[in-house]
């Protein structure tokens, strides 16, 4: 039931910050247009914006209509954090604000603003006239008298507010309108103070109560001491709720306006007493689980702030309150952790502690983060956090103190009924235990047994296990020689691929994206300067991959540099035809059924006929058009023969395609291993028409990033799958 109570108040809690957050306009240039505001579906709004400002002077209207030069500041903000002007500025002081407020014609709704003022005095001026003065303003430390109470101020009717705040202080160590200044309708501001107020008093009368009946617990078991610490938390935190937010002990008894400086100390004192009082109710609830010295160090430095905030003007306490923060941050996510180990542990009650004490937690980073202004819109919610832990911790106090009670009642009944029946008991326990004495030799007999079988299974495991390590040693010795093999084989079919240098020279501008799938590829590709302006690619996709495929890659490079480099066939179909040839005769496919070939693309450059030759067998060739008209606009593709080189007994004959490069082209060679890989999501192949679409798109990219881009898309569409095939795609900028 407690768990289902916490989480509500978890969702009431943050439902209700962010119900605070109003619609919303801001100023421009100290100017609030809010002729088209509708009054009636958003009653109210939080002044937001860049208004004018002066540092050290108090002015009026005038004075800033007289102004050369006006000076711009963000509010809610404060003026040391967001200033921007020219002139030095202190963190202490006084200053005046001005903007203007534009509202719809004819409005008779009454407006006002609710604001609290934060250590500072101020007046406020509507259109000239003096509508609110709180505590007294001054340009010196000893004039100035800051102000505590949260204020209602009535606007004057018209179509056009000109509003002046002047403002000092020489008691906090930051000043500006740093506070949520509410305006809106007179009814609206009301009901929501007094909703707050109504809020406030109903924690700190519930508080006052579980602190009187803790405290009624400690007088009535003074060896208890969670009582009493609980009861101290209560304490604080209802003297918190009634100085912070709304402020209800100012409101309900204005004598404390006169002491702001004790007000301030004893609101820094609450601050500084509560991480006291948790870190030793956790080590009272705990003791086992929360290390003394945690405790002992977090009392130890609370009660140094707060002899410094006793000893100390309000002035420099404040500047004890950011680095008590960021300590008592630090010692709550180290309870969480032990918190969590308590949870772990199974102790009573710690899963309600963990959920109090990170809602309490979060309370407290909110009013840190709120205080420092890293969020500008909120409230502090520190006193509500502490109320939700206080509530969960009452119930587990009375859990235990219900638990000792029932405990006391069946030791008393359980010892009753041992005066009673102790003889027979004494009788029933010796037999139990000389009946458990055998069963315990029988057991021991039997591991006696089972640890000779445990012993025999070792030996014989120890004996495979050096059998394993034999063979382990030998793979790998087999595995190494395997490897270097492969190695080495890598070596010499890269050196019979042509190097980067050699297609420079007549190539300006290609990528090869070249992935083999093991350590060897039956891919290949391969280049010949025939003349000057003369020069053969060709692309190819042997049968097999790995050590095989890479066997018949170099039986094709070299059949290729017999025919075209030896015998000058220039042509790309009669060069795949010898080539067809030359590898029926290796494998002796006339007298054998072996189907060993390749699928392969070969492409005649010729620069001064700015023409281009193409044959393929399986393999087609891409261009785009690099000046598209309205007949060549897309990828176009060079069909192949639909029949690839060798694995056949046959004759074979092959198409030549020529096209005309006068405009620049930009040319793909592929085989089909990058189409054929498995990736996705649904863990299908690339597709043709997927890899056409990529080349089309990045036909226009430098061929530099072209590369790159297709290594990314493979890469990605690959995952973590295993490579399907070898993949070589050559592209190339010609004309």
């Not at 009013?367 to 006193?383: A, H, N, Q, R, Y």
Request: aromatic share 12%.
């Amino acid at each position: 039931m407690i768990k289902k109570i916490l989480g509500f108040a978890f969702l009431w809690l943050f439902t209700a910050y962010f119900s605070i957050l109003y619609a919303q306009t801001f100023f421009e240039k100290g100017v609030l247009d809010l002729r088209s505001w509708n009054f009636v579906q958003n009653p109210s709004l939080e002044l937001d914006g860049e208004v004018f400002f002066e540092y050290g002077r108090f002015l009026s209207k005038q004075d800033f209509d007289s102004l050369k030069n006006p000076e711009y500041i963000k509010i809610p903000s404060y003026w040391n954090d967001t200033y921007t002007g020219a002139k030095p500025i202190e963190n202490k002081g006084f200053a005046t604000y001005y903007f203007r407020i534009l509202l719809p014609p004819n409005l008779k709704t009454p407006l006002a603003f609710k604001l609290v003022p934060d250590n500072w005095a101020y007046k406020v001026y509507a259109n000239g006239s003096l509508l609110k003065e709180s505590g007294k303003l001054g340009k010196t430390p000893e004039s100035n008298q800051i102000s505590l109470a949260p204020a209602m101020i009535s606007l004057p009717q018209g179509d056009t507010l000109d509003i002046i705040f002047q403002i000092s202080n020489f008691v906090h160590r930051q000043t500006g309108l740093q506070e949520q200044i509410d305006f809106g309708t007179e009814a609206n501001l009301l009901e929501k103070r007094e909703r707050r107020l109504f809020f406030d008093w109903f924690l700190i009368g519930a508080t006052f109560i579980m602190a009187c009946y803790h405290l009624g617990l400690f007088l009535m078991r003074p060896k208890d001491h969670s009582s009493w610490i609980f009861a101290f938390i209560c304490t604080v935190t209802l003297l918190r709720a009634g100085l912070t937010g709304e402020s209800a002990f100012i409101q309900a008894w204005t004598g404390f306006t006169d002491f702001p400086s004790l007000s301030k100390k004893i609101e820094y004192l609450t601050f500084f007493g509560i991480g006291t009082g948790f870190a030793m109710l956790l080590r009272t609830l705990y003791p086992l689980d929360i290390p003394r010295r945690i405790t002992q160090i977090v009392v130890f430095i609370s009660l140094t702030f707060s002899l410094c905030a006793i000893i100390l003007p309000v002035y420099w306490s404040n500047y004890l309150i950011p680095f008590y923060q960021y300590f008592i941050l630090s010692i709550a996510l180290i309870h969480i952790v032990l918190i969590v180990l308590i949870v772990l542990r199974k102790r009573q009650g710690s899963t309600i502690l963990l959920v109090a004490f990170i809602i309490v937690t979060l309370s407290g980073l909110n009013d840190v983060l709120f205080s420092i202004k890293i969020i500008e819109k909120g409230i502090l919610l520190i006193s509500v956090g502490v109320f939700i832990f206080l509530f969960a911790q009452s119930f587990l106090l009375a859990q235990r103190f219900t638990a000792s009670f029932r405990l006391v009642e069946n030791l008393t009944g359980e010892l009753s009924e041992l005066n009673q029946n102790l003889e027979l008991k004494v009788k029933s326990r010796t037999n139990e235990i000389n009946e458990k004495n055998n069963e315990l030799n029988m057991t021991i007999e039997e591991l006696n047994t089972t640890v000779e079988l445990v012993n025999q299974q070792k030996e014989e495991i120890e004996r495979q296990q050096a059998i394993l390590l034999e063979a382990k040693e030998e793979i790998e010795l087999k595995n190494n020689s395997i490897m270097g093999s492969i190695t080495y084989a890598k070596r010499l079919q890269t050196s019979m691929l042509p190097t980067h240098e050699q297609i420079a020279e007549y190539l300006t501008d290609f990528f090869i994206f070249y992935r083999p799938r093991d350590v060897v590829s039956g891919d290949f590709y391969w280049f010949s300067r025939l003349t000057d302006d003369q020069a053969m690619i060709v692309v190819a996709d042997c049968t097999g991959h790995g050590v095989p495929g890479s066997l018949m890659s170099m039986i094709g490079i070299e059949l290729l540099n017999k025919i075209v480099n030896e015998k000058q066939l220039h042509d790309p179909a009669t060069v795949l035809s010898r080539l067809n040839k030359g590898i029926q005769k290796t494998f002796k496919q006339d007298q054998s059924d072996s189907k060993e070939g390749m699928d392969i693309a070969i492409c005649l450059l010729d620069r001064h006929t700015k023409t281009m030759t193409c044959a393929g067998a399986m393999n087609p060739v891409y261009y785009v058009p690099l000046q598209p008209t309205p007949q060549l606009n897309n990828l176009e593709e060079i069909k192949a023969d639909k029949k690839p080189v060798g694995g056949t007994k046959e004759e074979r004959i092959f198409t030549n395609h020529q096209i005309s490069f006068q405009t620049p082209l930009m040319v793909y060679l592929c085989t089909d291993g990058f189409q054929d890989q498995f990736g996705g999501e649904k863990n299908k192949k690339y597709l043709t028409k997927n890899l056409r679409d990529l080349l089309f798109s990045m036909a226009y990219f430098p061929l530099s990033e072209q590369a790159e881009i297709l290594g990314r898309a493979f890469e990605e569409w690959k995952g973590k799958d295993r490579q399907t095939d070898d993949v070589a795609i050559w592209g190339f900028k010609i004309g």
